[in-house]
Structures are given as C-alpha cells and as structure tokens.
C-alpha cells in the first residue's frame, strides 16, 4: 500500500522537476591581422626665436625643436630648405621684413658648423625610427651683419622628412 501512495507522489515529483537539457556548443575560430607600413610623422615644430636684439655685431643663437615620428627601424632623413626669403639659400637663409633683410643660418649640431640643408645624404640629419616620438634640435644663428631698420624680421622654413 505505501507503494501504491508513492508513485503517484513521485510521478507528481517528477513532473514538477524542470527538465534538465546538456547546452551544446559549436566553436570556430578568426585571425585578426594589421599591417604596418613604412611612415613618418611631423610631429611639432616650435618657432626659432632670436628674442630681441639691438646692432647685429656679433652673432646671436637660439635653439628651437621639432619632433618626428617614424615606424620602428624606419631609415629617413629631415630637411629644411632655405625658407621662404627670397634670394636665400640651405647655407643662408633670409628673415624679412618689408624690402630690409636679416641674413642667418640652421645647424645640425651645438657647435654650429653642421649646415642643415634639404639635400638626402648631403647636409640633411639621418635618423632611424624607433615608433615614438623622437626631438631633434635646429641650432640658429644671426650673423654679425650690418643692422636694418628696426622691425620684426620673420621666414618660414619648411621641414620634409624622406623615408
């Protein structure tokens, strides 16, 4: 008799019992790919300011850097051509204002006897990439000269980074 009282309670059980189903999985697999090609980047440039001067009878310096970004182990070279005076050359460069000039001259190195200039393999910097931004120092100088007018005398120099 007990079993007679228990199958029904049990068959109600298991009616009542979520029925249990095994998930199945399907998997597959994809390939992710980039390829990196040979680039270099300007990154900044600041402006070479020689500040203020008075009679031009000695040289006056400054300094200015720019920053370039080349894929790693990326040759390329910077050069700056003889900016936008006219009459100016890579070796002398011509600030301007109106129909007056100031001459002066961009260098590779701190001593200054390294001309920077846009000719490959001539008077540009070399460089290899390293993937980050990499600074670089132009070295200026105003030649001892005779002295113009009073005014703001400016150029613009452009960089080109070959690779």
């Known amino acids: 008799m007990i079993q007679a009282t228990l199958r029904p309670a049990l068959a109600g059980c298991i009616i009542l019992m979520p029925l ?5 999985t399907a998997t597959d697999s994809f390939n992710v790919r ?3 090609a040979e ?6 440039t600041e402006t070479l300011d020689f500040g203020n001067a008075g009679v031009l009878t000695s040289d006056v310096d400054a300094s200015a850097t720019l920053q370039v970004a080349c894929t790693n182990s990326t040759p390329y070279d910077i050069g700056l051509d003889q900016g936008s005076g006219a009459g100016a050359t890579t070796t002398t460069r011509l600030m301007s204002a109106g129909a007056d000039t100031i001459g002066y ?5 701190s001593g200054r006897t ?6 490959v393999g001539t008077d540009t910097l070399a460089a290899t990439g390293t993937g980050a931004a990499e600074s670089f120092t132009v070295y200026g100088r105003v030649i001892a000269q005779t002295t113009p007018a009073p005014g703001t005398y ?8 070959t690779y």
Do not use: H, K, P
């Open 20 to 24: 249990v189903v095994s998930a199945q």
């Open 34 to 36: 980039i390829t990196i």
């Open 39 to 44: 680039e270099c980047q300007i990154i900044s």
């Open 105 to 109: 001259q961009l260098f590779r190195d």
């Open 114 to 119: 390294a001309n920077w200039g846009d000719t």
């Open 154 to 161: 400016t150029d613009t120099v452009t960089v080109t980074v």
